[in-house]
């Protein structure tokens, strides 16, 4: 029996302000590029305080210079960037201060293991729910997306993504409550890893994102697709049969039925019902 998604989201973050932006990977690295300038919109336009957070990558101070050059050609009041290389790092006040003081996060990509097992119940982590819910945009790009659900795609490749084995799923930093997200989805082919996520987890919804594209999903969960291509919704809540318990490692998955809903810019969908919604006006900062 199918439930409503609903229930998968609980009162307190059904109560949060904040607004969460997914983003597929190699996002157009310009201020006025759909992605990036939708992110600094919401998070405050000129008036933005944003943080940008390279915790996934192995080369933070690459990543740092990229992302201070596209933000120095947009008008943001104050860009800060929160180096945490360790959990120490996640203690410490003045990273807690800037985390504090922002309007925008941004969380660049890398290893997402790296940003669950550092930031993973922290101090960061927690200012990083209140700030959120008091409305706080907080924003990632592939590793910075994927660390976001609740259960998390650690590894895996597109090609075997259908056979049991051939990912590896851990727990995300639950930012979302009730999705498994996935990045370079097109390009890489993860179509069939994502479908043998939502297989082993049917009452989780799967979203799959192009590159430089993104989902922007407020606490309402009416989300709003933004870029040049498209976002997947694998829905695996009206599943009948799967043999993924029946089989050994190596043999193929078989599962019905599975809804998809492929959704490009402008589009809107209801996270908590799974439908997508006839209508494209778009999604404004809240006050």
Not at 63 to 92: G, P, Q, W
Not at 131 to 158: D, E, F, Q
């Amino acid at each position: 029996m199918s439930v409503k998604r609903g229930a998968l989201v609980t009162d307190s973050v059904k109560k949060n302000r904040g607004i969460v932006m997914i983003v597929g990977g190699a996002e157009e690295k310009n201020p006025d590029a759909p992605v990036l300038k939708k992110f600094i919109d919401l998070s405050g336009g000129d008036e933005a305080v944003i943080s940008i957070v390279p915790t996934a990558s192995m080369e933070p101070d690459e990543v740092m210079e990229t992302y201070r050059d596209v933000f120095d050609r947009s008008n943001v009041k104050k860009v800060n960037f929160i180096d945490i290389r360790n959990r120490k790092d996640a203690s410490l006040p003045k990273n807690i201060k800037m985390l504090r003081e922002s309007s925008g996060v941004f969380f660049t990509g890398g290893d997402q293991l790296r940003i669950t097992t550092i930031l993973g119940g922290t101090e960061f982590r927690q200012a990083l729910a209140e700030i959120y819910a008091l409305g706080c945009v907080i924003a990632g790009t592939s590793a910075g997306a994927a660390m976001m659900a609740s259960t998390m795609i650690k590894g895996g490749m597109g090609d075997v993504g259908l056979l049991r084995g051939g990912l590896h799923l851990g727990p995300g930093l639950n930012i979302v409550p009730g999705v498994i997200i996935d990045t370079h989805f097109v390009i890489r082919s993860r179509i069939g890893r994502l479908i043998h996520a939502i297989s082993e987890n049917p009452s989780y919804i799967g979203i799959g994102l192009a590159q430089d594209t993104g989902l922007i999903i407020p606490h309402t969960g009416i989300c709003e697709v933004v870029g040049s291509n498209v976002v997947t919704i694998v829905d695996g809540n009206q599943i009948e049969y799967t043999n993924i318990t029946d089989i050994f490692e190596g043999e193929a998955i078989s599962v019905s039925p599975i809804t998809l809903h492929v959704l490009v810019h402008g589009d809107r969908f209801d996270l908590y019902n799974a439908k997508r919604i006839n209508t494209r006006r778009s999604i404004a900062k809240h006050s």
